[in-house]
């Protein structure tokens, strides 16, 4: 398991990019369409990713599995947020940890299923 991401929903993505980028002076590391970009992180291979998100998504740590049905088989007693869904090249599935905090785990298995 590896901290890849920081994750922050955001109601506007140029608001939050004239602040993290223009104003902190974080770099952009990728862009996925017009929604979500990734910011690296002043000595850190974890990246800041924003995404716009309306769906009252909670900020929290994405780690990445080596596969999200192995960790839920593997950690049946966490209490996830639904069913794992799908994303580009792989899986994502959710908790909150007992304080009530999101915690995000995904996979990257289907990367090269193309």
Do not use: C
């Amino acid at each position: 398991m590896k901290l890849e991401f920081v994750y922050l929903p955001v109601a506007r993505l140029d608001e939050a990019l004239a602040l993290y980028r223009d104003e902190l002076g974080l770099s952009e590391a990728w862009r996925e369409g017009e929604t979500t970009v990734g910011l690296d992180l002043p000595d850190s291979d974890v990246k800041l990713m924003l995404d716009v998100d309306d769906s009252n998504a909670r900020p929290g740590p994405m780690f990445v599995v080596a596969s999200v049905a192995a960790f839920r088989r593997d950690h049946p007693g966490l209490g996830y947020d639904g069913e794992a869904f799908e994303i580009p090249d792989g899986w994502m599935t959710s908790f909150s940890d007992p304080w009530g905090n999101a915690v995000y785990v995904m996979d990257q298995s289907t990367a090269d299923a193309s």
